[in-house]
Each structure stands twice: as C-alpha cells, then as structure tokens.
C-alpha cells in the first residue's frame, strides 16, 4: 500500500470566509473521488487544523500500489478537482508519498 499525504496552505489574500468555502470545496472534492479511482484505497481531507499548525488543509490517501497513485494522478476526475478547487486558492504545497 502507498500513503499520499499533501499539506497546503492556502493564498493570503483569501478572507476568513473564502477559505472556508475553498476548504469545504477541496474537501467534498476530493473525499467524492472515493470509488471513482481505480486502486485508491481511502480519502480523507482534514480543513481544522489547531492553531499551532501552519498549514490549512491535508489530504491523507491511500491507494493499493505506486502505480495506483500515478494513475490518480491524471485520472480526469482528480485533474478536474485539482483545477478546479484546490490548485486556483493554494499559495503551497507539500507532499510526502511512502509505502507502508
């Protein structure tokens, strides 16, 4: 099994209320690509990060192979999402993909 875990922190000039639309996006977004993705496994979009966080949103994902997440990855459903939803507000973004 590969975990893809991916960190953003979203652009400054959002108000307090943008980014809780942009977040409640990514994550409906996203969790919705469960079942539609061959090979992943489980999604999960956490938008609640405490205080002492530096970072706003974090997808945690699992998927049956590496070669599961390279075809997530430009699988048209995900490409929409991240065009759509997560890639016009993000300022960063880290990633951090294993094995487990």
């Given at each position: 099994?590969?975990?893809?875990?991916i960190l953003w922190?979203?652009k400054?000039?959002?108000?307090?209320?943008?980014?809780a639309e942009?977040?409640?996006?990514?994550?409906?977004?996203?969790?919705g690509l469960?079942g539609?993705?061959?090979?992943?496994v489980?999604?999960?979009?956490?938008?609640?990060p405490?205080?002492?966080?530096?970072?706003?949103?974090?997808?945690?994902?699992?998927?049956?192979?590496?070669?599961?997440?390279?075809?997530?990855?430009?699988?048209?459903?995900?490409v929409?999402?991240?065009?759509?939803?997560?890639?016009?507000?993000?300022?960063?973004?880290?990633?951090?993909?294993?094995e487990?």
């Amino acid at each position: 099994m590969v975990k893809h875990v991916i960190l953003w922190t979203l652009k400054e000039e959002l108000t307090s209320e943008q980014k809780a639309e942009v977040k409640a996006g990514i994550k409906a977004g996203l969790e919705g690509l469960k079942g539609q993705i061959p090979g992943l496994v489980d999604i999960k979009v956490n938008v609640a990060p405490l205080p002492s966080s530096n970072c706003d949103v974090m997808l945690d994902s699992s998927f049956e192979d590496e070669a599961s997440l390279k075809g997530y990855a430009v699988h048209p459903a995900h490409v929409a999402v991240a065009d759509g939803k997560v890639r016009p507000y993000t300022a960063s973004r880290t990633c951090m993909d294993y094995e487990v």
